[in-house]
């Protein structure tokens, strides 16, 4: 679609949305967005992100063969900060903790707004990260998650500056690390820590799709649980007690305990999802462990369920220690490897509204939604904050076959900008 009809259609639709969803937005910010909509650096910002879009192609190639394994993203932290630093930000640096910072000073710089996605993947080192095409789909381990959110950041960055769009607001760009699996979200925990320069709202981009926000946290607790006894031969020192056995008694005491939880009440989950231990077949290990993922959309559920299961690894290990004719006691190990907080935005923040707003301005469909990402840590910690998607078509992330389509893909980016710039205040805005 041309882009003059284009952004006519963007405003028509910021006017005359659906009866059923215009209640969910106030008129303020269905004028707002068609305000910053209507300015010719906008627009000209919007033409800069189509006309980038073989650059972005480049760019989301280039930075997915960039291996980034949990804990491992400094590679590709530093080939997207000399990319921060190309596309015009003001300043660019590398934390602590890893995250790349590009900072886009504001005109009054009052308050800053956070736009970032994730550098790290959840494949291990050693994953052959090589993009292949076939017709229309590209095919690469973290292609879409969330290689594509970085260069949606990237782009908008690039585009804005072309453009020559300022805000009122600092913004800082972000690559931020440990987003996935392990990670347990250090790069947010870092930026939102304790002392940090404040960040007043944050915008991540993650997951696919354009109609869903997500402005609730979806709040999970993860545990690595070892039973470790002295271990001998299995015919030999039969008799000794046995890790093994007291982790299997362990899962069943805490499944009967969470299926109860889990069937009525705030939706609640909880998964075994890997276990290990042991030598040989005939050999008792001398030690068993496992790791347990649980998550609620409550809080007071969350803890209700950790307690369940921590009392479970206890029972575990007791009656394993009760049956053993022979040598020392089980000792028990549980280590809380993962600590997602939940939270939810109110819908009538002035962040929500607008990004169901500008939203809106590119479909007829907008939903708030729950999920577990970045936005978390703000979210608990009451600062506002969303994750909006990277747009075009994707599938099967988190496996080898991960894909992901450009099939409008430039619509994801200049629905970011727009909202980074609402939400950071267009500069020198005639209303």
């Given amino acids: 679609m041309p882009l003059r009809s284009f952004l006519s259609s963007l405003c ?44 972005t192609m480049e760019r989301l190639v280039e930075l997915t ?3 980034a394994p949990p804990f491992m993203e ?61 017709g229309d789909t590209l095919f690469a381990p973290g292609i879409g998650d969330d290689t594509r959110g970085l260069v949606v950041v990237l782009t908008a960055l690039r585009s804005m500056e072309e453009a020559g769009v300022e805000t009122t607001d600092d913004v800082i760009f972000v690559g931020v690390v440990g987003e996935e699996g392990l990670g347990d979200l250090r790069g947010m925990k870092h930026l939102f820590r304790d002392g940090a320069d404040p960040i007043d709202a944050w915008i991540e981009v993650d997951g696919g799709g354009l109609d869903r926000i997500v402005s609730m946290g979806l709040g ?22 046995n890790p093994s056995h007291a982790l299997s008694r362990a899962v069943r005491y805490f499944q009967d305990a969470a299926d109860t939880l889990t069937r009525t009440g705030p939706r609640t989950s909880y998964n075994v999802g890997v276990i290990g231990g042991g030598t040989s077949v005939n050999s008792i290990p001398f030690e068993a462990w496992m790791e347990v993922d649980m998550r609620s959309e409550s809080p007071t559920s969350l803890a209700t369920i950790e307690a369940a299961f921590l009392a479970a690894m206890d ?14 006691p089980l000792t028990l190990v549980a280590d809380r490897i993962g600590d997602r907080p939940s939270g939810e935005m109110d819908p009538e923040n ?18 708030l939604t729950r999920s577990s990402t970045d936005s978390n840590i703000p979210i ?24 992901w389509i450009n099939r409008d893909g430039h619509l994801a980016i200049q629905r970011a900008l727009l909202l980074v710039v609402v939400e950071a205040g267009l500069a020198g805005l005639v209303p």
């Fill in 315 to 328: 029972r575990g290990v007791e009656e394993e220690n009760g049956l053993r004719r022979d040598g020392p």
């Fill in 350 to 367: 002035p962040l929500v509204q607008r990004a169901l707003a500008t939203t809106l301005a590119f479909g007829d469909r907008a939903s």
């Fill in 220 to 241: 999970s607790v993860r545990y690595r649980v070892t039973f470790k006894g002295p271990g001998g031969h299995s015919w030999g020192a039969f008799g000794l007690a």
């Fill in 65 to 67: 063969q960039i291996p």
């Fill in 12 to 55: 028509l639709t910021a006017a005359f949305v659906s009866p059923g969803v215009a209640q969910d937005v106030a008129p303020r910010y269905h004028e707002e967005v068609a305000a910053v909509l209507d300015d010719a650096r906008v627009r000209s910002a919007m033409e800069r992100v189509e006309a980038l879009d073989p650059w």
């Fill in 380 to 403: 608990a910690l009451g600062v506002p904050a969303v994750t909006i998607g990277r747009g075009g078509e994707g599938g099967e992330n988190h496996s080898p076959g991960e894909w």
């Fill in 74 to 134: 400094a590679e590709r932290a530093a080939r997207f900060a000399e990319l921060l630093t190309e596309a015009g930000a003001d300043s660019v640096w590398i934390d602590e903790e890893g995250n790349v910072v590009a900072l886009r000073r504001g005109t009054r710089g009052e308050r800053t707004v956070g736009f970032g996605g994730h550098l790290d993947t959840v494949f291990p080192e050693g994953t052959d990260v090589t993009v292949r095409q076939k």
